[in-house]
């Protein structure tokens, strides 16, 4: 079965160090990665994806992550991070060509940024 | 940017009440979605909407759920008789395609059922 597991609940950081928040994936074929947040009271907002191509994604508010096949992993990475960063953050993968349409989604990651 | 707005934004119902969560897509995207997420648990996928029918749904979607596009703008989720454990957050979605063409799926900020 397809899956994602981010292996931490919760991730503290001091403002102006780099983050890293992990997510390592269990599928069937070549996985297509992506990266939401959700800040408090918010929907899910979309903040990069891994298709094909360079292993390195950038995506949005300066957030970067990086496809591993090898690992099978898809770790979200910011080198410098702000107080707003944080928010709740969710990987999800989806299987292109499977039958089912729908992302899978990891529990979530909480990121706490302190000043 | 456009965005998905999904009304309302928090909802508290009796248990067997029918519910209408309502979602306006993005406005050129043609997949429409719902997930919901339980609190403390993982988003699940609802069910997927393409050209006025369903074009899949989970084991959560029984026939207590249903979907309609009733015009041309909006989408909405219809629970017949609510059940304690239908208290979540419903997310309504869109995408310009497909999913399993790698398309980004965007999502609205959620609806806050609770059934008491």
């Known amino acids: 079965a397809q899956s994602v597991a981010q292996p931490e609940d919760q991730v503290n950081v001091a403002e102006g160090n780099p983050l890293t928040v992990k997510c390592t994936y269990s599928?069937?074929?070549?996985?297509?990665l992506f990266w939401y947040v959700q800040y408090p009271n918010r929907g899910l907002q979309f903040l990069l994806k891994y298709i094909t191509g360079d292993n390195l994604v950038k995506g949005s508010y300066g957030f970067e992550a990086e496809f591993n096949k090898s690992q099978t992993s898809f770790h979200l990475k910011k080198p410098s991070a702000l107080v707003s960063d944080s928010a709740l953050y969710f990987c999800?993968?989806?299987?292109?060509?499977?039958?089912?349409?729908?992302?899978?989604w990891g529990a979530g990651t909480k990121l706490i940024i302190k000043p | 940017e456009p965005e998905v707005t999904q009304t309302p934004s928090h909802q508290v119902t009796q248990m067997g009440q029918e519910v209408i969560l309502r979602c306006v897509p993005i406005?050129?995207?043609?997949?429409f979605y719902w997930y919901r997420q339980i609190l403390g648990q993982k988003v699940e996928f609802l069910v997927s909407?393409?050209?006025?029918?369903?074009?899949?749904k989970s084991e959560i979607f029984d026939d207590q759920f249903s979907v309609e596009r009733p015009d041309g703008s909006n989408f909405t989720l219809k629970i017949r008789s609510t059940k304690l454990e239908d208290s979540a957050m419903y997310f309504c979605?869109?995408?310009?395609?497909?999913?399993?063409?790698?398309?980004?799926?965007?999502f609205g900020e959620g609806s806050w059922l609770t059934v008491v």
């Open positions: 909407f393409y050209n006025n029918e369903i074009s899949e």
């Open positions: 979605a869109s995408s310009e395609h497909r999913d399993n063409s790698g398309n980004t799926i965007y």
């Open positions: 999800a993968v989806r299987v292109p060509m499977d039958s089912n349409y729908q992302l899978i």
């Open positions: 406005s050129n995207h043609l997949y």
């Open positions: 599928v069937s074929g070549n996985p297509y």
